[in-house]
């Protein structure tokens, strides 16, 4: 309810001026634009000539047949013309549509993928994925037919009203008087349809998110029996989405209705008129055939924009979400003028006084004023309760998040002092919940160092334990592994990640509960691995399972955010104290 009540209060869309968001994505495609210009005058110019062969037509029908067929010659050619043009402006803007709109995607993804995760914490990937998917498209169906629709129905009516002129003064100042009466509804009822349409399109990208939530934790629905409460939820969400499309429409249709009644209403008026005319021999027929066509080309037009105004409208709205996102303020950036991180790597890590609160606690403090020195090549163990703080370490090692007082330092340098890619290429990261992607085996390994060979990948492999399970795989190391590696265990995700940070050869190694899933067995084997990798590297293991690093350099005990002891594990044991507690829980007095 928090997230859909954060929907509803979100600020009414912006003008149609957010349409220059727009510009440029556009404005690399200059020729092509153009083009599709020049083939758009083209038609629109040929439409508007067709009514004057057709008076001729009339007028000359009782006069020379030769001339008459002239008038038709010359009506087929416009016509060709018209057909030509129509055709080439299909094909420059709907090809102009297609490359913008796949530019913006790829701009978006490139943004929300350097985005830290206090980005994430606002907003749900589902919703991300609404703006990437469901908002290009109505930008593809403006740029790629509403726009072109608009102008050319634009110079129709710009055009048809100067011809209704130059054909009747007296009909066209009757018809002019209408224009008031068309204009007002459109612009009333445009303002309201704009705000309708941004709202419309935060409920779509609130139904898109809630969906990727549920069906990224669908066991877990289905295991706590909660499928009913989950569909209703969405179900909530959908009808929310539905209402609000139903009023969008019903506006939208009552501007339609008042628009075209009006239209047609004056040019019934006018016609009438204008035949009392041809009997009093003031016009001739074919000029009131010429007028009358005009006059459907200019009543179409105004249809037509009245109609494409409810389309510009929701392109408006969809354009202030994605040049919102775009612009977005990210917490973590990198340095206009970057420092390079020394070469070689040393691999040392320096806390100075640190203190850190997630974005989404601000008042609880994650760490306060840490103060740690991880020499190049130590193995040092972050232990303590749930919450204590370990994790958070990595977290700003890997510059995720920026401390709010004090200093993270990479081998002499401030983290914020140099580009992120820079330093995190000298990192191998096995995160707690490990990712596995709908991709081979192979690939997933290879993902830790894109250059891999195919044997480097099965030696990582047997490093971490995983080549055994792998090779028993239908198709072995090329299996599928499908979404979020549903085809592995717990344990063999976790080997997997683990052989991708021995393939990636880092100089820093960082294990957050990586053994944690395993059995005895295995975690001997990846223990042994990674002692064998840990040699020679810095390495920060964060565990629970304290029997996976009594043989740390160091063991460094956090609670509540403090560091609260720290020494080797007999020390610890000797001293007493949180850890010494934690030890009891889990070894036999003899073990500890």
Not at 137 to 163: K, Q, Y
Request: hydrophobic content about 50%; some cysteine.
């Amino acid at each position: 309810m928090a997230r859909n009540s954060m929907i509803i209060d979100r600020p009414a869309s912006k003008k149609v001026g957010t349409l220059q968001g727009l510009i440029p994505f556009l404005r690399p495609y200059r020729i092509m634009t153009m083009m599709a210009s020049v083939a758009l005058v083209v038609t629109a110019g040929m439409s508007l000539t067709l009514p004057i062969t057709v008076r001729w037509v009339i007028d000359g029908f009782n006069q020379d047949v030769a001339l008459l067929y002239q008038y038709f010659g010359a009506a087929l050619v416009i016509a060709a013309l018209l057909a030509l043009g129509t055709g080439l402006r299909y094909y420059f803007v709907t090809r102009l549509g297609e490359r913008v709109v796949a530019d913006i995607r790829r701009a978006l993804f490139d943004r929300v993928m350097g985005m830290s995760p206090a980005f994430y914490e606002r907003l749900l990937t589902g919703e991300v994925l609404s703006r990437i998917t469901t908002d290009t498209t109505l930008i593809l169906s403006l740029i790629g037919s509403s726009v072109s629709v608009a102008l050319r129905n634009m110079l129709m009516l710009i055009g048809g009203l100067v011809l209704l002129m130059i054909t009747s003064a007296k009909l066209t100042g009757l018809v002019l008087l209408i224009v008031p009466a068309i204009v007002v509804p459109i612009v009333l009822l445009g303002r309201r349809l704009r705000v309708l349409s941004r709202e419309n399109q935060d409920w779509i990208a609130a139904s898109s998110g809630a969906a990727s939530e549920a069906l990224s934790a669908v066991q877990t629905v289905q295991a706590f029996t909660n499928e009913g409460q989950t569909r209703a939820a969405f179900a909530d969400v959908i009808e929310k989405a539905y209402r609000s499309s139903q009023t969008r429409v019903k506006v939208r249709s009552l501007m339609t209705v008042i628009v075209i009644f009006l239209t047609v209403t004056g040019i019934v008026g006018v016609l009438c008129i204008g035949a009392r005319d041809v009997r009093a021999g003031v016009m001739s027929p074919g000029e009131l055939v010429q007028f009358v066509i005009y006059a459907v080309m200019v009543s179409g037009a105004v249809g037509a924009l009245s109609e494409i105004w409810g389309e510009v409208q929701r392109a408006a709205g969809a354009t202030e979400r994605l040049v919102e996102m775009l612009g977005t303020d990210d917490t973590v950036n990198d340095p206009t003028i970057p420092r390079a991180l020394p070469r070689p790597v040393r691999g040392e890590i320096v806390f100075d006084e640190v203190t850190f609160r997630y974005p989404s606690r601000p008042d609880v403090s994650a760490l306060m004023g840490i103060s740690l020195v991880v020499r190049p090549g130590e193995m040092v163990a972050l232990v303590g309760p749930s919450g204590a703080g370990k994790t958070t370490i990595l977290q700003l090692l890997m510059r995720f998040y920026d401390p709010q007082l004090g200093v993270v330092r990479f081998d002499g340098i401030d983290l914020r002092d140099m580009e992120r890619v820079d330093f995190r290429r000298a990192v191998a990261l096995v995160s707690q919940d490990p990712v596995i992607f709908a991709a081979s085996a192979r690939e997933n390994i290879r993902f830790g160092r894109p250059e891999a060979t195919d044997s480097e990948v099965e030696a990582a492999a047997k490093a971490a334990a995983a080549h055994d399970f792998l090779t028993k795989l239908p198709q072995g190391y090329d299996t599928w592994l499908g979404e979020r590696g549903v085809m592995l265990s717990g344990g063999q995700k976790q080997r997997v990640a683990i052989a991708r940070a021995i393939l990636r050869d880092a100089k820093v190694l960082l294990l957050d509960e990586a053994t944690s899933a395993l059995d005895a067995e295995s975690e001997r084997a990846v223990q042994t691995a990674v002692e064998r990798l840990s040699e020679g590297r810095t390495t920060l293991v964060v565990a629970h399972r304290l029997a996976t690093v009594k043989r740390a350099d160091r063991i460094i005990v956090f609670d509540l955010g403090r560091i609260v002891a720290t020494g080797t594990h007999e020390a610890l044991v000797a001293e007493g104290g949180l850890y010494a507690r934690l030890a009891r829980l889990q070894f036999t007095d003899g073990q500890a």
